[in-house]
């Protein structure tokens, strides 16, 4: 794979500090396939880098939301993840076997801006089949217009995940009514593992999840019990400081010969 940035034509670094006070650093954390530990695809993090400190998404995307700097920033993390993992090489075979998951913010669903930038990932070549974006049920919970941005988004070809799920309200609700096709179970979750009333709420998610015919990928796994758990349970792929913590990519993706 060419290293970031190197003739592709919708990767255009722009003044980050501008826009949010910082420079954004995308680290990317495996999801792992838990019995043969590969990574099976690799979730893009942004990070606001000031002076020389890593601050996580909280700290700046909710004052980004606010002033609606976030649209421009969604789409500069998402030409980022789509440059160093959708490539595609001179002759037009995909570069790299690794999908990418994105996150969404909420207020990226209000409007045009998120659609546009895949649309034009899509026209620039990027592999958009390989890209899932992640968004959460509180974002679209009675909300007719992000629900129609989502659907929106699955039809120019991407995949949807719900993160966080199993921790907001109206879970259930908006596995019926969103084109979803990966359900990433909330890492406070996961953590009561291997407790016997974690066990049951996570086969009965494992379950929910295989009937509606989506993948499943625990979040949050911490633990060599709870992995254990996990596997018992029947669950495929997993996330977290046990598998791999976030990182640069070449880290990232190293995973997959261990
Ligand atoms: O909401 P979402 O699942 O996208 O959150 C991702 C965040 O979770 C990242 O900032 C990442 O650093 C953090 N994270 C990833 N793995 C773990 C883990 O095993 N434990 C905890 N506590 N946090 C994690
Ligand atoms: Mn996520």
Redesign the pocket.
């Given at each position: 794979m060419a290293p970031p940035g190197t003739g592709r034509s919708w990767h255009r670094d722009g003044d980050d500090a501008e826009l949010v006070g910082g420079s954004l650093v995308v680290h990317y954390?495996p999801v792992v396939e838990l019995t043969s530990r590969k990574v099976h695809l690799v979730?893009a993090?942004a990070r606001l880098d000031v002076d020389g400190v890593l601050l996580?998404p909280e700290h700046w995307v909710p004052a980004a939301e606010h002033s609606g700097t976030i649209d421009e920033l969604g789409c500069r993390v998402l030409r980022r993840a789509a440059a160093d993992v959708l490539g595609t090489d001179g002759d037009g075979t995909a570069g790299s076997v690794l999908g990418v998951s994105v996150?969404v913010a909420p207020r990226q669903l209000h409007g045009p801006s998120l659609l546009d930038c895949v649309a034009q990932l899509a026209a620039d070549g990027a592999a958009v089949e390989r890209l899932c974006l992640?968004i959460t049920e509180s974002a679209v919970v009675e909300d007719a217009c992000a629900m129609e941005t989502v659907h929106a988004l699955r039809s120019l070809g991407c995949r949807i995940a719900m993160?966080?799920f199993g921790t907001g309200y109206s879970s259930l609700h908006a596995l019926s009514e969103l084109p979803l096709d990966v359900l990433?179970v909330d890492?406070r979750l996961v953590a009561r593992l291997p407790g016997p009333k974690a066990r049951a709420v996570l086969a009965f998610v494992v379950d929910l999840a295989g009937a509606l015919g989506l993948e499943v990928v625990a979040?949050?796994?911490?633990t060599p019990a709870q992995l254990d758990a996990l596997l018992e349970l029947g669950y495929r792929l997993g996330?977290?400081?046990?598998l791999g913590a976030?990182a640069p990519l070449a880290s990232a993706a190293r995973h997959r010969c261990g």
């Open positions: 954390q979730e993090l996580a996150n992640e993160d966080d990433k890492r979040e949050g796994v911490e996330q977290g400081y046990l976030p």
